[in-house]
């Protein structure tokens, strides 16, 4: 609606002397936005017409019982002109509150899963489920899993069970492999095009990290020393980078923290 009042204002500008057929185009239009086109689609949830109305996104299909009926669909028209509804796509999941498909659907926030039983069922999903791992969060709370999760970029990333209540994350995926250095339950393992195969402690200050030989025949880079995760540590204390070294050279050090 804001685009539309912008619009107006600039057509305005430019057609000033005209500015009495504006206002009158400006009527027309809202009362075209305001105006419903009947079709030949009924509603499958309550039986009566489904009409065209406008919206911020543009045209789309509603149920004329709304707002007993909330039904409303996006559609497309057809080389001949016909109106055919886009079917909302769905994933094969079932909703676990009330057994009918869940639909994938447009929000604020971008996509995500709904259940087609909207109004009466309300139940929504983040679209990618969060997948376990089968480690245990144990540089967090030490209770939770971590969680294969996936942001809105598409990039996937290792979160407790029990977020948000604990934050602990991970970047890359997680194996019940202990460190040999520190000792912790988990380390993380990564896929790299220059280094290959990549296993790390991700425990503050631990430091160990090792390249996989996964017989894959690949030339690889050896792997440089590793920096950012003891830099973290040493910032604000003296000699960072040789602080760092210390550290990895006394496990002891780097467990008790
Ligand atoms: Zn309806
Ligand atoms: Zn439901
Ligand atoms: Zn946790
Ligand atoms: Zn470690």
Redesign the pocket.
């Known amino acids: 609606e804001e685009g539309e009042e912008h619009y107006v204002d600039a057509l305005r500008r430019f057609w000033g002397p005209f500015a009495k057929d504006l206002e009158q185009a400006e009527v027309q239009m809202r009362d075209v936005k305001r105006e419903e086109r009947p079709t030949d689609l009924v ?1 499958e ?4 017409p489904m009409v065209i109305k406008w919206g911020r996104r543009g045209e789309f299909l509603a ?3 709304y707002p007993e ?1 909330k ?1 409303t669909k996006n559609f497309r028209r057809a080389d001949d002109g016909t109106i055919r509804p886009v079917e909302p796509e769905t994933t094969g999941e079932m909703c676990e509150q009330c057994g009918r498909p869940m639909q994938v659907r447009f929000g604020r926030y971008g996509k995500f899963l709904g259940c087609s039983g909207y109004p009466e069922c309300k139940n929504m999903q983040p679209l990618h489920k969060p997948v376990p791992t089968g480690v245990r969060c144990l540089l967090g709370c030490g209770e939770g899993e971590l969680m294969e999760r996936r942001s809105r970029r598409g990039k996937l990333f290792y979160s407790c069970s029990r977020y948000p209540a604990c934050q602990f994350v991970a970047w890359d995926r997680p194996l019940p492999e202990a460190c040999p250095r520190c000792g912790t339950g988990f380390v993380t393992e990564k896929l790299t095009k220059r280094y290959g195969t990549v296993r790390r402690c991700v425990k503050e200050g631990c430091g160990w990290q090792e390249q996989i030989d996964t017989g894959d025949g690949g030339d690889y880079a050896p792997l440089p020393e590793r920096r950012a995760a003891a830099q973290v540590r040493g910032r604000g204390r003296a000699g960072g980078r040789e602080a760092a070294a210390a550290r990895r050279h006394s496990p002891r050090r780097a467990t008790s923290s």
Do not use: L, P, V
Not at 45 to 48: L, S
């Open positions: 509603c949830k309550c039986g009566q149920c004329r019982g009926c039904n």
